[in-house]
């Protein structure tokens, strides 16, 4: 898995600005189709991806976000399933193996789990600090003072 933070999309970059005035080539690939959860998934995985892909509309999800979606949803149902196991009462923190005293499974199965679910938010924008970094674009922005000094926009040009 490449390290450091997955590189921004060509919308993306427009949308959070462009403060070095360099510039933003056109993506060369842009995936098609509406992002899917697959059938193989366990009941609370699929449950989480539709979550994700019902209030998610900041970036577009779209099919090949799909796979990320699945693995981050894996990761997250195992995550539930080892806090829920590790809450009943019956619950021994402690077990006795051949060799000695060791923390239970469930706690490297909730760790591990927790880990994929890091990797994987970033690539989905899952994270406050993630969302951060992309500027929506409002429909109703006010006018700037300066529009229409260089020249005429739109609704000048269809008046005259």
């Known amino acids: 898995m490449p390290r450091g933070r997955p590189r921004k999309s060509a919308t993306e970059h427009r949308l959070a600005g462009n403060p070095s005035k ?77 060799s000695g005293m060791k923390p239970s499974p469930w706690f490297q199965i909730m760790n591990k789990a927790s880990e994929q679910m890091l990797r994987w938010s970033a690539k989905l924008y899952l994270t406050p600090v993630d969302r951060a970094s992309i500027r929506t674009v409002s429909g109703d922005r006010s006018k700037s003072k300066f529009d229409g000094l260089i020249g005429a926009d739109d609704e000048i040009r269809a008046g005259h």
């Open 22 to 98: 360099g510039v933003i080539l056109d993506d060369q690939f842009v995936p098609r189709g509406a992002p899917f959860v697959p059938e193989h998934l366990a009941d609370d995985a699929k449950a989480c991806a539709e979550h994700i892909i019902q209030c998610f509309t900041t970036k577009h999800l779209t099919a090949a976000d799909s796979y990320a979606l699945s693995a981050f949803s894996t990761a997250w149902a195992w995550h539930k399933a080892a806090v829920e196991e590790m809450a009943k009462p019956g619950f021994e923190p402690i077990v006795v193996g051949d």
